[in-house]
């Protein structure tokens, strides 16, 4: 089996031992959820539920009939307490619904459906109405994913199992425990694209899984005859990134500015496969968050299924241990792209993959030094920019150098911040400079409509 | 509840374990076995050079960033490089003075002036034997010392440039290495050994070849320096002088070529950061080092051919490798499509 990659990335220490070996734990004994609304990359959607109403588990509370959005549904039996705004993952207020548990189990389910029997409309349909969104990143409505304008063609459909970031292992157990769903889901999207090729890229730390998947494809292949291929990948981060694993498994470059699509490639990670799966098989929305919780100052490392919403301070104590006196950062997410959170008190999302409680040595940081002009962002960087010179140009204000050596292309994934010797900190500039870019774009449009 | 100490800030929350002071510390050890080598070849005063040259480096910088009000950065080593990097490249035999001036002119002139670590265009230690070479021209470089022959012992020669430069011949050079004891045969292979053993005449630093590749496959290895620009800057000099009918082997097995590409050439902020630049960057310095032994007013042109490689390096910072995604824009000046 070739070993595909891309140019550029660097290799942190993966950390995934803490929990890799530990199989998913439903969590069923959460007494309330603050479930944002907006969880989604689009348009806002609105509460269908009031205050004081009883809600089932599984059952739709919130929509909106804009494009670009996916309905919310509850997460645990209960009440609606209330309708307000809630510090989120991204250290941000945001509106949400608060639902207190009435100890029921009841869950309600949509109607099965058989994704090769229905019409392509019902399919994309009803992965909406599920409330699928990409679960690896962003939080992109599934569905629009699936449903490119007649134009686009799709020849790949990408299974993103390479799950570069560190510490997590919440993919690698999905893949794990369910490898029938993930293959599932994933000839279900190639189905309603019309993709010829379905790809699962796996980073080869999990080499172990490879005969785990070629059986769950051997199994559904014997069925209906759909051409997938495991490509094992370099382990290095990002290669869970689009981008980096469309280049890596096809060897096609995403144009600047443009998606995945535009090279005939649809990428989604396993979970949001799974998700796809159960939505047609068992009629099952999302209600649940799929996450690792783990660092060195969580004395529990742990692989969870627990309802969207639930706080992570609710989780201390009944379902995981902390270290109190040892945690010095709480990141959702991986360490390399995941926010940190001020306190514990910060709902979970549907896209939230881990949370992490890192102790002082784990979650250094350092005093900005002076360039040395090493190179080592140059090497490092996926996207091939040239941080050190990007740093400069935004350092000195010149915007249109900075889109030049392409601020817009960057996809923040902090390799270059990773590896500065000097512990400049680049993407977080980077950030900003996008910012500062669009700003001066925004002015400009609007001198030019004057 | 876990809200007390939390720390904040932008992602990523991890980082690698390297930092300038390790870095500046691999330079510091590749150079070990040709700083020892220097001191066991030329003497006690060698040793002399060296230490002092280091010391003042560093006291030099400290003190000027304590006259100007800046942060003290005597930790990171880089002023313990420049001054042994600028000790390595004088002859055995410079004043102590001489490696004093040498010093602050590194330290002050090329490098402080012009911001500090990172920000000096042109190669500290480099500019530190450029202005004693022009000053005193008669003091450095004008007599040098036979190996194992103690300083005092006042025996001088010329290095294997020196000869050719003054008219003398290849096969010159095989004689006064005779002379000298260094090797027993005159013919071409014994001077090609020497020449790669590093036992004649010249810089602290410079002369053994072999010394200089291990220091070199040290710092590949630990991923501080890459190979582009040393490639690049010994095979130009090779070919061009190849194609001047000079003796190619000869060329860069002579002089300070190998260690200026190695060390000098592959210095951080003074030389290419991009792939395109380096191997111009190399190439460039290659044959300007070439250009002036064969037709300048020096014996050896490695220090003001890197110089001046370094002088167009914000330059070759515009050859950048293209993103990913490139797609050619379609106006001149405009933002992307």
């Known amino acids: ?450 | 509840m876990l809200q007390n100490n939390l720390l904040l800030s932008s992602s990523p929350h991890v980082y690698s374990k390297i930092d300038t002071r390790k870095i500046m510390l691999a330079v510091i050890i590749a150079l070990l076995p040709v700083t020892v080598y220097g001191v066991v070849l030329f003497g006690a005063h060698a040793l002399l050079v060296i230490l002092v040259s280091v010391a003042s480096a560093v006291i030099f910088e400290y003190v000027f960033r304590l006259i100007t009000k800046q942060d003290i950065r005597i930790g990171d080593f880089s002023a313990v490089v420049t001054g042994l990097l600028l000790a390595l490249i004088l002859p055995p035999s410079t004043p102590i003075w001489a490696a004093i001036m040498g010093s602050f002119a590194a330290i002050v002139f090329a490098k402080e002036f012009f911001g500090g670590l990172g920000a000096n265009p042109f190669n500290p230690a480099l500019i530190g034997r450029a202005i004693l070479l022009m000053s005193f021209p008669q003091r450095i470089g004008g007599s040098w010392h036979i190996p194992f022959k103690a300083i005092s012992d006042a025996t001088t020669t010329a290095t294997p440039l020196t000869i050719l430069k003054l008219g003398g011949s290849i096969a010159d050079v095989g004689k006064s290495f005779v002379e000298q004891g260094v090797a027993a045969n005159a013919d071409y292979a014994s001077i090609l050994n020497v020449l790669f053993l590093g036992n004649r005449a010249g810089c602290i630093g410079e002369s053994s070849i072999l010394l200089i590749l291990i220091g070199f496959a040290f710092l590949l290895l630990v991923h501080v320096i890459d190979w582009i620009v040393p490639v690049c800057m010994v095979g130009s000099a090779f070919v061009l002088s190849f194609i001047l009918g000079a003796d190619p082997l000869f060329a860069i097995l002579s002089g300070g070529l190998v260690f200026g590409a190695v060390f000098m050439a592959t210095d951080y902020s003074s030389s290419a950061l991009t792939v395109k630049g380096k191997v111009l960057f190399g190439i460039g310095a290659g044959a300007m080092t070439i250009i002036i032994r064969q037709f300048g007013g020096y014996p050896e042109g490695v220090t003001y051919g890197i110089l001046l490689m370094n002088a167009i390096t914000p330059f070759l910072d515009k050859l950048r490798t293209k993103k990913y995604g490139f797609v050619k824009p379609v106006k001149s000046g405009g933002a992307r499509s």
Do not use: W
């Open chain 1, 1 to 450: 089996m070739r070993k595909a990659t891309f140019k550029g990335g660097i290799h942190p220490p993966e950390n995934k031992e803490l929990s890799a070996h530990i199989p998913i734990e439903q969590v069923n004994s959460i007494k309330k959820v603050v479930i944002p609304l907006n969880q989604h990359f689009g348009a806002p959607i609105k509460p269908l539920v009031a205050v004081g109403d009883t809600v089932k588990r599984g059952q739709k509370i919130a929509d909106s009939q804009d494009r670009m959005t996916v309905p919310l549904h509850a997460s645990i039996s209960g009440t609606v307490k209330k309708i307000e705004a809630h510090l989120l993952v991204n250290n941000m207020e945001g509106p949400a619904i608060f639902i207190e548990s009435n100890d029921s189990n009841e869950e309600e389910f949509l109607p099965i459906l058989d994704p090769f029997a229905c019409s392509k409309d019902e399919a994309i349909a009803r992965i909406r109405e599920a409330g699928i969104i990409g679960i690896g990143g962003a939080g992109f409505p599934a569905y629009v994913k699936l449903a490119p304008p007649p134009d686009k063609p799709i020849e790949y459909v990408i299974a993103n199992a390479a799950e570069c970031e560190p510490y997590l292992t919440i993919d690698e157990r999905t893949m794990e425990e369910s490898p029938d769903d993930v293959v599932d889901g994933l000839t279900i999207a190639m189905h309603i694209v019309k993709a010829k090729h379905g790809i699962i890229g796996l980073e080869d730390n999990k080499q172990h899984l490879v005969p785990i998947l070629e059986k769950a494809i051997e199994r559904k292949n014997t069925s209906l005859g759909f051409d997938i291929k495991i490509v094992l990948l370099k382990t290095k981060y990002p290669q869970g990134g689009e981008k980096m694993l469309i280049t890596a498994v096809t060897g096609r470059e995403v144009p600047s500015g443009k998606l995945p699509m535009d090279v005939a490639c649809v990428v989604s990670n396993v979970g949001t496969l799974k998700a796809i799966s159960e939505a047609f098989r068992k009629g099952r929305t999302v209600v649940d968050t799929a996450l690792t919780v783990s660092g060195r100052a969580c004395s529990t490392p742990k692989n969870l299924f627990v309802p969207v919403g639930t706080v992570v301070q609710d989780l201390i104590g009944s379902v995981i241990e902390v270290k109190e006196n040892e945690v010095c950062r709480i990141v959702m997410g991986g360490p390399m792209m995941g926010p940190a959170v001020p306190s514990a008190v910060v709902p979970l999302q549907k896209n939230t993959s881990g949370v992490l409680f890192l102790n002082a040595d784990e979650a250094q940081h350092y005093a900005e030094g002076s360039c040395i002009r090493c190179g080592r962002c140059m090497r490092a960087c996926s996207c091939r920019l040239s941080p050190a010179l990007l740093n400069r140009a935004l350092s000195i204000n010149d915007l249109d150098e900075a889109v030049a050596i392409g601020v817009l292309d960057c996809i923040e994934c902090g390799s270059c911040s990773f590896v500065c010797p000097a512990h400049i900190q680049l993407v977080q500039r980077f950030r900003i400079g996008k910012q500062r870019v669009r700003i001066k774009m925004q002015k400009e449009a609007q001198r030019a409509t004057k």
